[in-house]
């Protein structure tokens, strides 16, 4: 699995491709348990990193939002 190391440098769209990515190789009936636990963890780290980009990007626009009024 091609992961990204620094994740602090993974952009949005970087994590929600190779989330993609793992999905389809989970989904591979020739996937085995120990990849899909590998693939499970690694899922659950870019998805936590979708929603830290997420909620800070919320509350940019509420920030901005707010000074607008």
Known sequence: MEANTD?????????VNELEEL???MQDSQCSIDLLS????????LLD?????LTQT???????LTELE
Request: charged share 45%; proline share 0%; hydrophobic share 20%.
């Open 7 to 15: 994740n602090k440098q993974l952009t949005y769209n970087q994590a």
């Open 23 to 25: 999905v389809k190789k």
């Open 38 to 45: 590998e693939y499970t963890r690694r899922s659950k780290e």
């Open 49 to 53: 990193i979708c929603k830290q980009k």
């Open 58 to 64: 919320d509350e940019e626009l509420k920030k901005i």
